[in-house]
């Protein structure tokens, strides 16, 4: 089965029905939960989500809808090793990134699903938009 990493970008515009991109981001949310594909998301997202939610839900709605996660995707521990790789990598500008493509390797991710795609141009794992996976893989 595929393996996806979902950035946390797809995921916030998921939860907050952010548009124009909120579309794409559900059909592939909706394909996991469907078992179409394998979605992952890292440990860290999971924490920064809780925080850059805060402006759109209530304590216990930030954790309900982070929780549901629980139930469709894996989630990938972030653990010293990680850390220590990305820290090291001086390859990409934004450390969150690398952690995520170190994520990613890790859980053995086919691809990683950004807006962000410029951020992981060095990316060792493939890396597609939303709406390019959308249109590849019909999500």
Excluded at 100 to 121: G, H, L, M
Excluded at 122 to 138: C, M
């Amino acid at each position: 089965m595929m393996r996806i990493l979902l950035d946390t970008n797809l995921l916030l515009d998921y939860l907050t029905e952010r548009e124009p991109f909120y579309q794409a981001a559900y059909r592939i949310v909706l394909g996991c939960k469907n078992r179409d594909y394998e979605g992952i998301v890292a440990a860290h997202s999971i924490v920064d989500m809780f925080y850059i939610l805060r402006k759109h839900f209530t304590n216990s709605e930030r954790r309900k809808l982070l929780l549901a996660f629980f139930e469709i995707l894996q989630v990938e521990a972030v653990d010293g090793e990680k850390l220590c790789t990305a820290l090291k990598n001086g390859m990409f500008a934004d450390f969150e990134d690398c952690l995520q493509v170190e994520c990613a390797k890790s859980a053995a991710a086919d691809f990683i699903i950004t807006r962000n795609a410029k951020d992981y141009a060095l990316s060792d794992v493939p890396i597609l938009s939303p709406e390019q996976f959308v249109e590849k893989f019909g999500g």
